[in-house]
């Protein structure tokens, strides 16, 4: 078993950092928030997750002051996007850096939807969308009290859209229809799922 702590590993047998193909897949936030000017902004982060049930709550964290999460703290508000495996070219254009003004909806070709409680838009091709309003947003800190420059969003889902073609007759969302995609390790890493598994809790 090889053991190194962060700061020390050895970079002949990890030259990359492993961190990100340990803690994997993780789901795609595709952000989108509306900055001061109005601007539109889409975003993808895979440090994301939902992190909070009843009321259901979600959670992403940018490395940097990122747009996203400057806006998102800035208006409060935010909306998640689906990231799914037909959507997959379109939601990595939105991970390039465009200047301030330039919205990524048209860069990456993508028709922005109005969304119902939230004045950022959701992307009219995502399946599922959640709207939220913000409740948390912090700057991370180290051990040692420093801050460590990742900021986190957190938000309380105030509205959900469901496209009911994935909506199976028995009244479950068909996760593996929807073929949503998820980060893996390295730049290039991807999964989809598109098959589950059943267990049953003990
Ligand atoms: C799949 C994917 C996941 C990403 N996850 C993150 C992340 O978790 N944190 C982060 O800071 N940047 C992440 N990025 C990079 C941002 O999407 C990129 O820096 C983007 O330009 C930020 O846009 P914004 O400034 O409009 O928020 C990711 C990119 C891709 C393609």
């Given at each position: 078993m090889v053991f190194y702590e962060p700061h020390a590993r050895d970079r002949a047998l990890?030259?990359?950092?492993p961190f990100k193909a340990i803690v994997a897949p993780r789901p795609i936030g595709w952000v989108s928030t509306i900055g001061p000017d109005g601007e539109l902004n889409l975003a993808p982060y895979s440090f994301f997750n939902a992190v909070g049930e009843d009321p259901p709550m979600i959670g992403f964290s940018s490395t940097g002051a990122k747009d996203s999460a400057t806006f998102a703290a800035g208006t409060g508000e935010f909306v998640w996007n689906m990231p799914t495996w037909d959507l997959r070219e379109a939601m990595n254009q939105t991970s390039k850096a465009l200047p301030r003004g330039q919205s990524e909806f048209g860069f990456a070709g993508l028709e922005a939807a109005p969304s119902r409680l939230v004045a950022p838009p959701r992307v009219a091709a995502a399946h599922c969308a959640l709207e939220c309003r913000v409740v948390h947003q912090v700057e991370l800190k180290t051990i040692d009290g420093a801050p460590a420059d990742q900021y986190l969003v957190v938000g309380q889902v105030i509205g959900v859209h469901i496209d009911e073609a994935y909506i199976t007759d028995d009244g479950r969302v068909d996760t593996a229809a929807l073929k949503p995609i998820a980060r893996c390790g390295y730049r290039e890493e991807y999964a989809v799922v598109e098959s589950l598994f059943a267990m049953w809790r003990p």
């Open positions: 990890l030259p990359h950092d």
